[in-house]
C-alpha cells in the first residue's frame, strides 16, 4: 500500500545504502596485506561482524567512547582469531581502516535506481551515527552525495539514534515537518523504533527477513520501496 502525503525522506546510510559488510571487508584485506599479516582474512570478518555490531550498540547508548570503539572491537577480533597484535598494532591498524574504509563504494543493489526514482518526487536526506570524516567520503566516492539536501550525522546533532534529538536536528536542517517526513533504515532499534518514538513514520529495510512487530512496513529490496513511495 501506497504511503501517501510525504515530502521529505530520511535515510540511514551504513547497511542502507552505503555495504558496510562488504567494504569493509575490503579494507581488512587491504590492511592486513599492507602489514604483512599472517592471519586468515575470512575468518577475521566473519567472527569480527558481530563484534562491530555489538560495539556499536554500546557506542550508541553511550556506554563507551569512539576510541574505545575502534580500538576494541579490532582487539577483540584478533583475539578471536588466535592472532597475537599489540597496542600499537591495533591503534595503527584501526588507523589505517578508518581512513581507507571510504575508499570502497559498494552500494546495495538497487541504490542508484531507488534514489533516481525518489529523488524527482520527495526532498532526500541521510540521518546517520557514523563519524562526519568518514561518513563524507563514503557519500563522495560512491557518488550519491548530490542526491540529498542535508546530511545529519550524530557529531552534528550531539546524540545517536534512536535519540529523539538527533530526528529533531534533521528534520529542522531540512526545514521538513514531522507529519510529512518518513525514515528508512536497517536497525529496527535505532532506525525504526527511534523514528517511531519520535513521532516519525519509518521503513524498516530488512534485507535478511528478521522477524518483525505485523505493524512495522519493511521492504527487503531497497527497489520494494517504489510500492510504498
Known amino acids: 500500500m501506497r504511503i501517501a502525503g510525504k515530502k521529505a525522506v530520511f535515510f540511514d546510510l551504513d547497511h542502507t545504502l552505503w555495504d558496510f559488510e562488504k567494504n569493509s571487508a575490503i579494507t581488512f584485506r587491504t590492511i592486513f596485506a599492507k602489514h604483512g ?42 583475539s578471536q582469531v588466535g592472532f597475537e597484535a599489540d597496542d600499537e598494532l591495533v591503534h595503527a591498524l584501526a588507523a589505517d581502516y578508518i581512513r581507507l574504509l571510504p575508499d570502497s563504494n559498494h552500494l546495495f543493489e538497487g541504490a542508484i535506481e531507488i534514489l533516481d526514482y525518489l529523488k524527482p ?42 535519540h529523539a534529538g538527533i530526528f529533531e536536528y534533521a528534520l529542522k536542517a531540512a526545514n521538513a515537518e514531522k507529519g510529512h517526513s518518513i525514515m528508512i533504515g536497517d536497525c529496527i532499534e535505532a532506525d525504526v523504533q527511534g523514528a517511531i518514538d519520535f513521532g516519525l513514520d519509518a521503513i524498516y529495510f530488512n534485507e535478511f527477513r528478521k522477524e518483525a512487530h505485523p505493524s512495522v512496513k519493511q521492504v527487503h529490496h531497497l527497489l520494494e520501496l517504489k510500492d510504498l513511495l
Not at 567512547?65 to 576494541?72: A, C, I, M, S
Not at 532526500?124 to 563514503?138: D, P, W
Open 37 to 78: 599479516l599472517n592471519i586468515d582474512a575470512e575468518k577475521f570478518i566473519e567472527l569480527y561482524v558481530p563484534i562491530n555490531d555489538r560495539y556499536w550498540k554500546l557506542f550508541r547508548d553511550g556506554l563507551i567512547t569512539q576510541e574505545e570503539l575502534r580500538y576494541g572491537r579490532l582487539k577483540e577480533g584478533f
Open 121 to 162: 518526487k520527495y526532498s532526500l536526506h541521510i540521518i546517520t551515527n557514523g563519524f562526519h570524516e568518514v561518513q563524507a567520503g563514503k557519500l563522495k566516492n560512491s557518488n550519491i552525495e548530490h542526491y540529498f539536501e542535508t546530511i545529519t550525522n550524530s557529531d552534528m546533532a550531539g546524540c545517536k539514534k534512536p
